[in-house]
């Protein structure tokens, strides 16, 4: 199983709404991803987490908030977000150590009203 | 500041042609160089990726050139299809996981 998942698929929230994402993978990964895409930009990294520990915050509006609650399972809890946080939300997963393949999962389209 | 530079922004090809998409990088730590495709609506998906001890890889009609001295990596795509039609980023990454994007070729394949 190379597949990464993500649910929801399409999400569309009010500012004051609370809301998750969740990504799940299979292949025995053990460092996790979020990355948020706007329409025509590269992924930003958002966090790493490493062994089901935050090892990396890119500076991310408390807003968002990570979750790994097991080495399968990534989740984003989302709260007041604004709207200009519209965007393609993607979990990736990869091997630790030596640098490798990152597996994108197909995201999750967010809309903020 | 940008870690992964790349070019073209845009590129139109004939059905049949070569596509050429060019990196640069400027961290000599670096030692992963994948390529990535990505169709509107869904996420990246790893197309080709080279470590710096070789100069060339190729699979099928996808090639990556690398050229550590001047710190250039370039895709080219060899008898270009209309299905090729993407966004191809470029990315480097060193060990500890995080990986630095280009920031995108959005290529279109003329029938």
């Known amino acids: 199983d190379t597949e990464v998942t993500q649910t929801p698929k399409h999400l569309v929230m009010g500012m004051t709404n609370k809301k998750s994402l969740k990504c799940e993978q299979h292949?025995?990964?053990?460092?996790m991803y979020w990355y948020k895409q706007k329409a025509k930009k590269p992924p930003e990294l958002m966090f790493v987490y490493s062994y089901e520990k935050l090892s990396i915050n890119e500076s991310v509006p408390s807003r968002f908030s990570p979750e790994c609650p097991n080495s399968s399972l990534l989740n984003l809890h989302l709260h007041a977000l604004q709207p200009e946080d519209s965007a393609l939300y993607l979990c990736a997963s990869s091997h630790t150590g030596a640098t490798n393949e990152q597996f994108f999962g197909p995201g999750t389209r967010l809309t903020v009203l | 500041q940008q870690q992964v530079k790349q070019s073209p922004q845009s590129l139109i090809v004939q059905k049949g042609g070569i596509s050429i998409i060019n990196c640069a990088y400027e961290?000599?730590?670096?030692?992963?160089f994948p390529w990535y495709q990505q169709f509107p609506g869904k996420g990246p998906a790893l197309l080709i990726a080279?470590?710096?001890?070789?100069s060339e890889k190729k699979e099928g009609r996808f090639t990556i050139s690398f050229n550590k001295s001047a710190k250039q990596f370039s895709l080219h795509i060899m008898d270009s299809q209309p299905g090729d039609s993407a966004t191809y980023f470029c990315a480097a990454s060193w060990t500890g996981n995080q990986f630095y994007f280009g920031t995108g070729t959005s290529l279109t394949v003329i029938p």
């Open positions: 292949m025995g990964h053990r460092a």
């Open positions: 961290n000599t730590a670096f030692d992963y």
């Open positions: 080279i470590r710096p001890d070789v």
